[in-house]
């Protein structure tokens, strides 16, 4: 039997409050409350909610910000890099999935960002904490 990795509580100081949808679109507020979760090797979920955005990661930024149209394939993606600099408010590309990932900037800490995101579990928006070098380039 092969042993599994303890696991480490932390402290995080987020949560997503729903608010309901207008015109079948979603976009969540984030506040800061103090909450338990648990952190894995490389980032930190800090909230998962179902949402008929949460199975596309381009759908998902278009619905925070607006960033045009063909992101098909992380060439795609790294071709509308405009800053490596992180930033509340931008749009981030990772090298994540097969065709890279989209994520939206909530905020930029010391070493890491936290940002919200579809499709990281398929069908659910959620809220990670990642580190910096895990993005590629911001739009």
């Known amino acids: 039997m092969t042993p599994q990795p303890a696991k480490t509580e932390y402290k995080t100081e987020y949560k997503i409050r729903e608010y309901p949808a207008l015109y079948a679109t979603y976009s969540p507020k984030i506040e800061k409350v ?11 979920i800090i909230k998962a909610i179902p949402s ?22 992380l060439a795609q993606k790294l071709a509308k890099v405009k800053t490596k600099t992180p930033q509340a408010g931008l749009v981030g590309v990772t090298g994540e999935g097969w065709v890279g990932h989209l994520v939206y900037v909530e905020e930029v800490k010391k ?29």
Request: charged content about 25%; hydrophobic content about 30%; glycine content about 12%.
């Open 34 to 44: 103090e909450k338990i979760e648990y952190k894995t090797k490389n980032h930190q």
């Open 52 to 73: 008929r955005l949460g199975f596309n990661c381009v759908e998902y930024a278009k619905s925070k910000k607006s960033i045009g149209t063909g992101f098909g394939s």
């Open 111 to 139: 070493e890491t960002l936290i940002i919200s995101e579809g499709n990281y579990r398929h069908g659910f928006i959620t809220v990670r904490e990642i580190p910096k070098s895990l993005v590629i380039g911001f739009l």
